[in-house]
Nanobody, 125 residues
Framework: QVQLVESGGGLVQAGASLRLSCAASGRSFNVMGWFRQAPGKEREFVGAMSWTDSSGSYADSVKGRFAISRDYAKNTVLLQMNSLKPEDTAVYYC????????????????????WGQGTQVTVSS
């Protein structure tokens, strides 16, 4: 059974940092991604990383502030979020793609087969 379990969300002040974790089990994946959804808005791409060569891609809104990495020993993907802003407030979802995706498709929700339950991140001003 495939499972993606997120953790690490919480309430922080603007300018603070948080690190989200996503523990993956059940099978191997080619791409691991993070998406977020704010109240009343559509789910949007945050960033993604190839499981094979660790190449990454980020949304412009988080580039330079967020970074994705992998803990190989724990089969976990991490999202380090620095310099958080109130507009980063959202439910953050971990996602995994079974297929080999072209770099240009990392942001496409439909290309991800598995999703975590989400973790809330709230940034106060």
């Amino acid at each position: 059974q495939v499972q993606l379990v997120e953790s690490g969300g919480g309430l922080v002040q603007a300018g603070a940092s948080l690190r989200l974790s996503c523990a993956a089990s059940g099978r191997s994946f080619n791409v691991m991604g993070w998406f977020r959804q704010a109240p009343g808005k559509e789910r949007e791409f945050v960033g993604a990383m190839s499981w094979t060569d660790s190449s990454g891609s980020y949304a412009d809104s988080v580039k330079g502030r967020f970074a994705i990495s992998r803990d190989y020993a724990k089969n976990t993907v991490l999202l380090q979020m620095n310099s958080l802003k109130p507009e980063d407030t959202a439910v953050y979802y971990c996602a995994a793609a079974s297929s080999v995706l072209d770099y240009s498709r990392y942001g496409r929700i439909a290309d991800y087969d598995y999703w975590g339950q989400g973790t809330q991140v709230t940034v106060s001003s």
